[in-house]
Nanobody, 120 residues
Framework: QAHLVESGGGLVQPGGSLRLSCAASGFTFSGSFMSWYRQAPGKERELVAR????????TYADSVKGRFTISRDNLKNTLYLQMNSLKPDDTAVYYC?????????????WGQGTQVTVSS
């Protein structure tokens, strides 16, 4: 059974940094597209960043370009999100998301989320 477990969230002051991690198990991590999403109170869940199975094909939401960096370690089955120059608008629950293609069918998985709060 697939599991995604996020960690690294917390309270940080504006301008600060956090590094989120997502530990994956139960599916072929190295063959999966991985993404970070976030959901702020009262707002829809939105895509933050996405990375291809081998570390390429990276895309970012315009709101985080130049501040956030997505990466992965396929030997450790772990996805990362380095967040710098954090703003109060970055406050949200951040979710890890996996798209695993098996025999032409996409199986997708979500983590439970980790809270990021940017406030002075």
């Amino acid at each position: 059974q697939a599991h995604l477990v996020e960690s690294g969230g917390g309270l940080v002051q504006p301008g600060g940094s956090l590094r989120l991690s997502c530990a994956a198990s139960g599916f072929t991590f190295s063959g999966s597209f991985m993404s970070w999403y976030r959901q702020a109170p009262g707002k829809e869940r939105e895509l933050v960043a996405r990375i291809g199975s081998t570390g390429g094909r990276i895309t970012y939401a315009d709101s985080v370009k130049g501040r956030f960096t997505i990466s992965r370690d396929n030997l450790k089955n772990t996805l990362y999100l380095q967040m710098n120059s954090l703003k109060p608008d970055d406050t949200a629950v951040y979710y890890c998301y996996a798209e695993s293609v098996i025999d032409g069918f996409v199986n997708d998985y979500w983590g439970q989320g980790t809270q990021v709060t940017v406030s002075s």
